[in-house]
């Protein structure tokens, strides 16, 4: 009750290495996305939108802050995103999630970000996946070869059972031939292949993954002729690297948040060629919506990250890390 006296929390501080530890897996990160969801859709969490800016030379800053009562927690998370960093040996992502229970508002963790933002992105990028992808889908295509690839195959290989090919492509042909040589066979028995330009592994692919630098000028180049019948689109750079022709001609078009990708479209001009939304992820999973009604129906799906899926992963991982007794506890 308000009233008691409420013991002071130590705050419990995680890192990649403890993160790891712990094991959670994608699986388990998906059903607990699709829950959240189901919440959204419910009305029982709050979420304004993202701040988001760029800096020249494209590094761009971002602020994304939510709370869900039925799991008990909100969250902030602080980000950067610098795709100049990789050449410096640096993360793409760095950032810190900070983690309040909701009752007393007491912070009560710090994880590192990128680790969070890795794992709940893919996470939901396979969710999509278990509502839109074709049956017997065989090929999925990464544009990416990153933290974000690897996640993203770790995910669709244990969301969708029938997938035997990864067809990826990155600008940088060291981090490309890296993927290919480590992934390899590894989830699933999965052949990962590399392709010599972005063309050629978006073509034939019945799912395919865009996890390009965001940047302040979109450089499109995805155009519906590369898009086979049936295909299902996740995008996870905005708009970044699809046309307006292509967004067009897709039969169904999705979100994970109508609220923040209009906030993207009057505060950092993006999705101007978006002319409609025909669901977002909570009405998809809670009510039906725009649920895909043959396998040659093309969807494209822009998967912006949103914070409450942070407060969802947070609040697994707290879970977790309090039952195995994993972290660094910080005196407030």
Request: charged share 20%; net charge negative; glycine share 8%.
């Amino acid at each position: 009750m308000s009233g008691e006296s409420q013991p002071v929390r130590n705050i419990t501080y995680l890192n990649k290495s403890a993160l790891d530890s712990l094991d959670i897996s994608m699986s388990s990160l998906v059903d607990i996305l699709e829950e959240l969801f189901r919440l959204k859709a419910e009305g029982q969490t709050l979420m304004p939108p993202k701040i988001f800016f760029h800096l020249p030379g494209d590094r761009f800053y971002s602020a994304m802050a939510s709370c869900c009562p039925p799991l008990g927690y909100a969250a902030s998370k602080w980000q950067s995103g610098d795709p100049s960093n990789p050449s410096r040996g640096l993360p793409y992502i760095q950032g810190l999630l900070i983690v309040n229970e909701n009752d007393t508002g007491q912070m009560v963790a710090i994880m590192d970000a990128k680790w969070v933002t890795g794992k709940r992105t893919a996470a939901a990028s396979a969710l999509i996946a278990r509502y839109q992808a074709c049956r017997d889908s065989e090929i999925l295509a990464l544009l990416g070869c990153g933290v974000q690839g690897r996640a993203h195959l770790e995910a669709m290989a244990g969301e969708v059972s029938t997938l035997k090919y990864c067809q990826v492509y990155d600008i940088l042909p060291e981090r490309q031939a890296t993927f290919v040589d480590e992934l390899n066979g590894r989830f699933n028995g999965i052949q990962v292949i590399g392709t010599n330009n972005a063309e050629n592994a978006v073509r034939n692919a019945d799912i395919i993954i865009t996890g390009g630098s965001i940047q302040i000028n979109r450089k499109p180049t995805i155009v519906s002729d590369w898009i086979k019948p049936g295909a299902l689109i996740v995008t996870i750079d905005y708009d970044s690297y699809v046309t307006d022709e292509c967004i067009n001609a897709m039969d169904i078009v999705l979100t994970d948040d109508h609220e923040q990708l209009d906030d993207a479209r009057k505060k950092e001009g993006k999705f101007l060629g978006v002319n409609r939304i025909d669901a977002d992820n909570a009405q998809m999973i809670a009510y039906g919506m725009a649920i895909r009604e043959n396998e040659k129906q093309r969807i494209l799906a822009f998967n912006l990250g949103i914070a409450l899926e942070d407060v969802a992963t947070a609040a697994e991982v707290l879970r977790q890390a309090n039952k195995k007794a994993i972290g660094v506890l910080l005196e407030p």
